[in-house]
């Protein structure tokens, strides 16, 4: 029985199908539990802060906040970055665009590349995936 099992296993459209199936599970399982705060493997939406400059004399200081997509708490992409008055790691004041352009040019505050993200979250969760992927098409491409 468990012979059969392995050889069907094997056969590489059946294996395709096992692969998508698991990924589409993930995707629709494991968002309800995140929010109940079960960490599961993959995430979206979920929004990071990081602080730019010391506002000396302010309630906050100025910081970027950005939505972020991970898997396996690998950051994949980060999107609809815009600034913030940063009050600490989990509060944040909105600042319009005039406003940050305002302390920008007041403060003599110079941006980072990147808006500041740090380069992990830029970076660090693509390379990682490149190199799997890597890894993963030369067993396939030796394997064949």
């Known amino acids: 029985m468990i012979d059969r099992v392995l050889a069907n296993f094997n056969n ?3 294996n395709r199908k096992f692969i998508s199936l698991i990924l589409l599970s993930l995707f629709f399982v494991s968002t309800p539990l995140y ?3 079960i960490p599961l493997t993959f995430s979206y939406g979920s929004e990071k802060m990081a602080k730019l400059h010391e506002l ?5 200081d100025f910081g ?7 898997l396996f708490k690998i950051p994949i992409w980060n999107y609809d970055k ?3 008055g940063y009050i600490d790691e989990k509060n ?3 600042l319009t665009e005039e406003e940050a352009n305002a302390i920008i040019s007041k403060a ?3 941006l980072p590349a ?3 993200i740090p380069y992990w979250d830029l970076f660090g969760g693509k390379a990682i995936i490149l190199v799997i992927l890597a890894i993963v098409g030369y067993y396939y491409l030796r394997r064949s």
Do not use: D
Not at 56 to 60: K, L, M, Q
Not at 64 to 70: A, D, G, R, S
């Open 114 to 116: 990147f808006m500041g």
């Open 56 to 60: 000396p004399g302010s309630n906050y």
């Open 12 to 14: 590489k459209f059946l």
């Open 92 to 94: 944040y004041a909105p």
């Open 35 to 37: 929010a109940k705060g």
């Open 64 to 70: 970027v906040i950005y939505k972020q997509v991970t």
């Open 108 to 110: 003599n505050i110079k």
């Open 82 to 84: 815009k600034f913030c």
